[in-house]
């Protein structure tokens, strides 16, 4: 009996699948052109260390180790598609949005290989960096000048170490005139240093390349089931009954009052669009703003919540008020309601 290869497999026969099993690489797949790519724009800035590359279970540096790990539903199409299942979207996954990435994750490695945050100028102007992760919820100032924008939600507003990463990510983006993009901002300062700084480092080797193995950062001994199950709880948050009035105020049809759209039918019948129209704004995961809409959906059905009889459809006050949701959660980590 034939067996089938795993790129063929449904969806529930895969998810039972261990990734470590499915014997995948960088090599031989379009993410290791992508890879000498960023090799290529650092040795056109005349910088020798060119970061080792390996596959993990998100895109990561490990702390203190100057190496990047891309994540493994990027090396295989049947992959791909799905993460694109499980969560909606897929972190990185065209060519544009990979270099985004990994100039990024760049930067932490050339923090690491060449100690970077012990500088006093660093920590002038970038602060003091600490063995602390980068916290998941931080309060972004979108309109600040004080630092760039490179990634969604004002990363580099979220921790030292992120502030100088995002600086270095856009200094090192070939074609992009920095000066020009940034200038009148204090950001730009930042900029300035990390070209002062790299031009010290051009032609030095990295004095910090401690020994460390590759399994140690290996997270990938699980089923597929097993990762989706931890990613996707990640992004679940309870549901308050203290949205209750605000729903009420949204949907304030009655049906005894004559035809009514049911608000849950409505909400369902946009969510696609609602989805793509908060995300824009928020730059959230669409699996966050899917998640909260269905919560949203559940609730208009226990309160048989209804559109008022020849009412236009709420797209905008609904749009608004999801986005204040996920901005509040944003900032604090819950989805609060609105004043």
């Known amino acids: 009996m034939e067996i089938t290869p795993w790129a063929d497999l449904s969806d529930e026969a895969l998810l039972e699948k261990k990734i470590s099993q499915l014997g995948l690489s960088l090599a031989d797949t379009p993410l290791q052109t992508l ?41 295989h199409e049947r992959l791909r598609k799905l993460e694109k299942t499980m969560m909606l979207e897929v972190e990185g996954e065209n060519p544009e949005w990979f270099m985004r990435l990994m100039r990024h994750e760049a930067a932490h490695a ?146 005894e009052g004559g035809p009514a759209l049911k608000a849950s039918r409505y909400l369902r019948s946009r969510k696609h669009e609602l989805i793509d129209a908060v995300c824009e704004s928020t730059n959230e995961k669409k699996y966050r703003v899917n998640k909260l809409l269905s919560r949203l959906i559940e609730r208009c059905d226990q309160l048989d919540l209804h559109l008022a009889p020849g009412a236009a459809a709420p797209d905008l006050p609904v749009a608004a008020y999801v986005t204040t949701l996920v901005m509040n959660y944003l900032f604090t980590g819950k989805f609060k309601r609105t004043k």
């Open 110 to 255: 050339y923090a690491y290989a060449y100690q970077l945050t012990k500088k006093r100028k660093w920590q002038r102007l970038f602060g003091r960096t600490s063995a602390d992760t980068t916290p998941e919820f931080y309060r972004p100032r979108p309109y600040s000048h004080s630092f760039v924008v490179h990634l969604d939600d004002w990363y580099a507003q979220s921790h030292p170490d992120e502030d100088f990463a995002e600086t270095f990510a856009v200094w090192l983006t070939p074609g992009l005139d920095w000066r020009t993009r940034f200038k009148g901002w204090k950001a730009l300062q930042k900029l300035e240093y990390v070209e002062e700084l790299m031009g010290s480092l051009k032609g030095q080797p990295p004095p910090y390349q401690p020994a460390y193995r590759e399994r140690d950062f290996n997270f990938l001994n699980i089923k597929l089931k097993t990762y989706y199950a931890r990613k996707r709880k990640q992004y679940e948050d309870t549901y308050p009954d203290f949205y209750d009035r605000d729903l009420r105020q949204l949907f304030a049809g009655a049906p």
């Open 35 to 75: 890879v000498q790519q960023l090799h290529g724009e650092l040795s056109a800035k005349g910088l020798l260390f060119h970061p080792p590359c390996h596959v993990g279970d998100e895109w990561f540096v490990p702390v203190g180790i100057p190496a990047i790990f891309v994540p493994f539903f990027l090396t």
